[in-house]
Structures are given as structure tokens and as C-alpha cells.
């Protein structure tokens, strides 16, 4: 995950919980990829390391366990870099000039120039960021899914060229998870600031439920409302599936306004992120716990991808 912004609860129910259920039956190596934020953020690369932290702050405080999983920084072990310059020798430009995903961000993003030479390499940087570890599989949603293609492509090239299987193909864990739109609508994201972040106070959350987009039909009290095109009510189905029918039965039949709705929604809310938060202010207020559980997966990574380096150097330099 890039150290971009503060996480919020698009990041929770797309990525997280599903992380948090995969370290049960797999070793698991979970990155904090700040090259990859640099890429994009180079103009504020200032905040980068104050995010670092808070990702893996956040991250534990959700449930990602440091004692399963390995947790570490990218530019922490060097040898993403070294095996990024290997890859990039073999792999051809026409590969990543056709990356779909490139060519959308190129399209879409007009806050930042990333017409540069490191942002068409970063799918070279993502199959090192992969093969480093030999990793078996990668959890991706479908839009990713380009991208697994592209690393197994690029392993095949390098094991044809130096006549050696170093590495084997890895899969993608396509998991199913909800899709959460911002308040406003559209697609979550820290540029259009429309996200409840996960460590919001209970104001700040009250205040952004309340600023939600609702069913635009639905003008006065005494209008029944339409749920299914209401986004209060796709946050119930995920913070308060059990109060989902009387959700629909209030709206429908008219029975309550949009300002109550939204007022229990805020409660559901708030009460979901307690625990978080909770554990959130004690890892907060011990930095140095976070700064030896970074430095701890530091360690553990290292110690992978320094084995699969040796193996690599062998190979290409004899
Ligand atoms: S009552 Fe709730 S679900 Fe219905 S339109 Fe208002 S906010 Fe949406």
C-alpha cells in the first residue's frame, strides 16, 4: 500500500479486512511502499515519512499482527531497487507502454505530471516488489490484475534468458470486496476529500455523515425514499447490515428523515472504529513501539530478499 494519505474506511473494508482474514492461512508480507508514493508524490515527498507511520499504525490498530506478518518499509531494504534495475533491463518498453492502468492514470490524473521515466516503470517495480520474496500470491483486486500478468511475463523472461526456473508464477487472490463511494458520490479518494479516515474524531464523523449525498428524489419528510440509489444506505449494508430492512422500511414508508438516518449511521460508525481507535491512541502515544515492529520487519525481509539476491547475482554476473 502506497503511504499516501491517512486511511479510511475505503481502505478498511477493501483491503484490510481481507488482509487481516489471509494472514490465518498464509506467511504473509505486507509493504509499505513509499518508492511507489515518491512515483506519484514527488512534489510533496515531504509527507511521505510522516504517512509511513501512520500506516502501520493504523494497519496494527485494525488488526494486521506484526508477530504472523512481516510489516516493513520498501526503501528499508534496498534490494527492491537492485532487483527493479535487473528487471528493467529485460523487460520490454512496448509491455509497459501498453499497461492499461498507465494509461488511464495518464488520462485521469491532472494534479501531478507523471508523464516520467520512474511512474512507466512502476510495474517493474511492483514484479521486483513480488518476486523479491518469491512470493506465491499477491491479494489484488480485478483492476490489478494486468499487473500479476505483467510480473509472470517478466519472471518468464528472466528464468528463458538465464536458462535457471529462479522464479515460479505467482497467483492472484482475486478477493470479492465491497466497492465504498466517498460522501459525495464518487469514487473514494484523498484528492476529492470525501472519506471518513480512521482516525476521525466522533465530531468529525457526525459532521461527514452528515454532509452525505442522498437519494435526490427524495426532497421532504414526507417523501418515500429509494435506498437502493441512496449511498447512507450502501454504508449500512457494510457498517450496519443488521439494520438494513428497518433502513428500508423507515425510507420506503417515510417514516423517518434523512438527518436520523444518517444520525444512527454515525453511531454505527463511530462504534465500529472504537476498538481501532483505541488501540490507534496507545500505538500513537509509543512510537517506539511502531519504530521496532518496522525495524523488526525490516529484519525479516531483509533476510529473504538478500537469499533471493545472491540467487539472482549468481545467475546474471556468474
Ligand atoms: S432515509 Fe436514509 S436511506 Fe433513505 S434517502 Fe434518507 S438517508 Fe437515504
Known amino acids: 500500500m502506497r503511504p499516501t494519505g491517512k486511511l479510511h474506511l475505503g481502505h478498511l473494508v477493501g483491503a484490510l479486512h481481507n488482509w487481516i482474514e489471509l494472514q490465518k492461512q498464509y506467511t504473509c508480507i505486507f509493504g509499505i511502499v513509499d518508492w511507489h508514493a515518491l512515483m506519484g508524490e514527488y512534489e510533496q515527498s515531504q509527507e511521505i515519512h510522516e504517512n509511513i507511520t501512520d500506516m502501520a499504525i493504523d494497519w496494527i490498530a485494525c488488526g494486521i499482527d506484526p508477530e504472523k506478518s512481516v510489516i516493513f518499509v520498501q526503501s ?64 489484488v483486486g480485478e483492476d490489478q490484475l494486468a499487473h500479476i500478468e505483467l510480473t509472470r511475463e517478466i519472471a518468464r523472461r528472466f528464468n528463458h534468458i538465464y536458462k535457471e526456473e529462479i522464479f515460479s508464477d505467482c497467483d492472484a487472490i482475486l478477493t470479492e470486496t465491497p466497492r465504498l463511494l466517498g460522501l459525495d458520490g464518487r469514487k473514494m479518494s484523498k484528492s476529492y476529500n470525501n472519506a471518513i ?12 455523515v452528515k454532509s452525505m449525498f442522498t437519494d ?17 444506505y450502501s454504508y449500512y449494508q457494510l457498517f450496519g447490515p443488521e439494520r438494513s430492512n428497518d433502513v428500508y422500511e423507515w425510507c420506503t414508508k417515510a417514516q423517518k428523515g434523512c438527518g436520523d438516518c444518517k444520525g444512527i449511521l454515525a453511531d454505527l460508525i463511530i462504534e465500529r472504529l472504537r476498538p481501532i481507535q483505541k488501540r490507534r491512541k496507545e500505538l500513537v502515544g509509543n512510537k517506539k513501539e511502531i519504530h521496532d515492529i518496522l525495524e523488526d520487519g525490516r529484519q525479516r525481509a531483509s533476510e529473504r530478499a538478500g537469499k533471493t539476491m545472491k540467487e539472482i547475482k549468481k545467475v546474471v554476473f556468474g
Open 197 to 208: 479516515n480512521l482516525s476521525d474524531s466522533e465530531e468529525q464523523i457526525r459532521k461527514k
Open 76 to 139: 528499508h531494504v534496498p534490494e527492491h531497487l537492485e532487483l527493479q534495475m535487473i528487471l528493467s533491463c529485460l523487460t520490454p518498453l512496448g509491455w509497459l507502454e501498453r499497461n492499461p492502468t498507465y494509461k488511464e492514470q495518464l488520462r485521469e490524473i491532472k494534479t501531478r505530471n507523471l508523464q516520467t521515466y520512474a511512474f512507466l516503470g512502476y510495474p517493474v517495480l511492483q514484479a521486483a516488489d513480488i518476486l523479491l520474496y518469491k512470493a506465491n500470491a499477491v491479494p
Open 216 to 232: 435526490p428524489k427524495r426532497l421532504k419528510v414526507a417523501d418515500p425514499g429509494h435506498p437502493k440509489e441512496c449511498n447512507v
